[in-house]
């Protein structure tokens, strides 16, 4: 059973970077797409962005260029940096596995999720 | 960006219920259509992948039909485990969006 689990900083001041790491253990990171998913408190869910086991990531536009995505094969490890945070960015941060349909070149199904880590930016 | 917007909001029903909840893409999406469950301080699971396709291990009173633009999620007949929050997710264009959710509470 493939398992997620997000850690990092939970409290961050504005303009600093958001850094998470997410952990998969239960199987290898290799062949699968690995996203970042984040929901401010009472609200919906925002894709922030993915990287495939071989490098290649997309992110959300929403978020310009603050966001990186990089992959430690290594460590089965991949993780999230989001820089210039505001109070915009507080919310729980999910990392997740993706699949996609033959019909695209990239995920899109997202079957396995971290059970998410808080994030609070506040002066 | 692709607009997903589910219908209704929120919906009270009792066990025993049969529920559907309704999304609509602001453009053809073809079947690149999810539908997820999210319990209170759990991260979400999904249910059904490419409009109609029920995930493993998830209860077959949960099916999804739809194409294109307009898409149902129906539980047939509604269980206590079964409340919670329902997001249905485009993937045919990059990035990904979710609709706003279903909140699914009991009567």
């Not at chain 1, 919906?44 to 992959?71: A, C, D, F, M, Q």
Request: hydrophobic content about 30%; charged content about 15%.
């Amino acid at each position: 059973q493939v398992q997620l689990q997000e850690s990092g900083p939970g409290l961050l001041k504005p303009s600093e970077t958001l850094s998470l790491t997410c952990t998969v253990s239960g199987g290898s990171i290799r062949s699968y797409y690995w996203s970042w998913i984040r929901q401010p408190p009472g609200k919906g869910l925002e894709w922030i962005g993915y990287i495939y086991y071989s490098g290649t990531t997309n992110h959300n536009p929403s978020l310009k260029s603050r966001v990186t995505i990089s992959v430690d094969m290594s460590r089965n490890q991949f993780s999230l940096n989001l820089r210039s945070v505001t109070a915009a960015d507080t919310a729980i941060y999910y990392c997740a596995r993706e699949y996609g349909d033959a019909r695209h070149d990239y995920g899109g199904i997202i079957d396995y999720w971290g059970q998410g880590t808080m994030v609070t930016v506040s002066s | 960006d692709i607009q997903m917007t589910q219908s209704p909001s929120s919906l009270s029903a009792s066990v025993g219920d049969r529920v559907t909840i309704t999304c609509q893409a602001s453009q053809d999406i073809s079947d690149f259509l999810n539908w997820y469950q999210q319990k209170p301080g759990k991260a979400p699971e999904l249910l059904i992948y490419d409009a109609s396709n029920l995930e493993r291990g998830v209860p077959s009173r949960f099916s999804g039909s739809g194409s294109g633009t307009h898409f149902t999620f129906t539980i047939s007949s509604l269980q206590p485990e079964d409340f919670g929050t329902y997001y249905c997710q485009q993937y045919d264009f990059l990035p990904y969006t979710f609709g706003q959710g279903t909140r699914l509470e009991s009567k």
